[in-house]
Structure formats: structure tokens, C-alpha cells
T-cell receptor, first 113, second 117 residues
Framework: GESVGLHLPTLSVQEGDNSIINCAYS??????FIWYKQESGKGPQFIID?????DKRQGQRVTVLLNKTVKHLSLQIAATQPGDSAVYFC????????????FGQGTRLTINP | EAQVTQNPRYLITVTGKKLTVTCSQN?????MSWYRQDPGLGLRQIYY???????DKGDVPEGYKVSRKEKRNFPLILESPSPNQTSLYFC????????????????FGAGTRLSVL
């Protein structure tokens, strides 16, 4: 069935290091993926997206990698800052034309000074 | 400022007392959606709307109703709330529902924390 999951529920990194948050999905027909950031007390905020016809996309300090062979998605955050502390969710459109996003459970990223 | 506004932010009620959580967006978005967020379960879609007068069930629609009479508003109605509907609720909207440049990136409200006693 369709599901989006995460390898680790929590991740702690040192300030200034790079962070890598992973996400596995089970539906090979998934067409579109988004990463969201949710800070405490706020709604999820869009970070970056990627279509299934791409394997890499870069934004400001963030990179999303998509490996369709193993159905794996990752979010890389360069030079992690205290403001990056949040819960990160991956979400997928389970198939082209599907009118919904399916969210993973989330990974809490904690930055150590 | 472009935003999705939910009200109230916090609500405590009792079993069976009808309630409505309002959602309004000022971005002229066609697509709107309601989610609930529970520990360990992530965000699960309750209902969504492709446009005015067009609504459909998400993954967990039981016990909820919605309406979309105007493009900007998408209220969530709990006719007879029960304790298992205690949760954090989010409304979201997107310009449309077409995969492509930013078409279906959803923008979220700040959330409504509901407790049903």
C-alpha cells in the first residue's frame, strides 16, 4: 500500500555540520515529493520539492536527492544552524493525478551548540 | 500578507457538542484541504476541495464534514465530536492541483488544537 516513512524519528547534529534526513516510500508510481519543515507551534512550511523525473534538486542550503531504484528520498541541509531545529516531513503524491499528499511521520532535527 | 488563517487556535469541548473550525485563505487558491496530526502518525488528510462546491474524502473522513461555498473559506465541521477526535488540525491550500512549478505546494495554517472531553 502507499506509505511514506522515515528511517529515524530523531536526529542530533552539531551546529555547522551538514544534516541528512532520510525518507523511504513504498509506491513506485509516486510522482512528486515535497519536504516540509514544522517548527514548534506552527504549521508545516514548504522547503523544497522534486518531480519523479529528476534525481537531484538544490535550493538555498538544502538539497533533495531522489533514488527511484530503492525508493528513497533524502534532504540535505548544509551548515546546519539553530534555526533549522524542527520536525521535517517528507510527503508524496502517490501517483500522477492523485489529488492528495501522503505525509511521513516526521524526523525531529536537534542542533547541538 | 499571503496566509491561511484558522480559528480558533485552541478549543476544549465536550462529547457531542457540535463545533466548527474555520479556515480562510487570501491567495485565491483553488485547492484546500484539512489534516489532522497525531503523535507517531504524521499528518493525515481528512477532506479536500478542488474548487468551490467540489469536495471529497481524504484518508480519515469519519466524523467530519466540510463545505466550500466560497473559494476562500473551507470550514471543518464536527457534528458530534468524540474524544478520539482530540488532535491538532491543520488547514492547507494550494494554487491548484497540477504537478508542476509550485502548482500543488500546500501552504498551511498555524493549526487548531482541539480537545474533546
Amino acid at each position: 500500500g502507499e506509505s511514506v516513512g522515515l528511517h529515524l524519528p530523531t536526529l542530533s547534529v552539531q551546529e555547522g555540520d551538514n544534516s541528512i534526513i532520510n525518507c523511504a516510500y513504498s509506491n513506485s508510481a509516486s510522482d512528486y515529493f515535497i519536504w516540509y519543515k514544522q517548527e514548534s507551534g506552527k504549521g508545516p512550511q514548504f522547503i523544497i520539492d522534486i518531480r519523479s523525473n529528476m534525481d537531484k534538486r538544490q535550493g538555498q542550503r538544502v538539497t533533495v536527492l531522489l533514488n527511484k531504484t530503492v525508493k528513497h528520498l533524502s534532504l540535505q541541509i548544509a551548515a546546519t544552524q539553530p534555526g533549522d531545529s524542527a520536525v521535517y516531513f517528507c510527503a508524496e503524491t502517490p501517483e500522477e493525478g492523485a489529488q492528495k499528499l501522503v505525509f511521513g511521520q516526521g524526523t525531529r532535527l536537534t542542533i547541538n551548540p | 500578507e499571503a496566509q491561511v488563517t484558522q480559528n480558533p487556535r485552541y478549543l476544549i469541548t465536550v462529547t457531542g457538542k457540535k463545533l466548527t473550525v474555520t479556515c480562510s485563505q487570501n491567495m485565491n487558491h483553488e485547492y484546500m484541504s484539512w489534516y489532522r496530526q497525531d503523535p507517531g502518525l504524521g499528518l493525515r488528510q481528512i477532506y479536500y476541495s478542488m474548487n468551490v462546491e467540489v469536495t471529497d474524502k481524504g484518508d480519515v473522513p469519519e466524523g467530519y464534514k466540510v463545505s466550500r461555498k466560497e473559494k476562500r473559506n473551507f470550514p471543518l465541521i464536527l457534528e458530534s465530536p468524540s474524544p478520539n477526535q482530540t488532535s491538532l488540525y491543520f488547514c492547507a491550500s494550494s494554487r491548484t492541483w497540477e504537478p508542476g512549478p509550485r502548482g500543488n505546494i500546500q501552504y498551511f495554517g498555524a493549526g487548531t488544537r482541539l480537545s474533546v472531553l
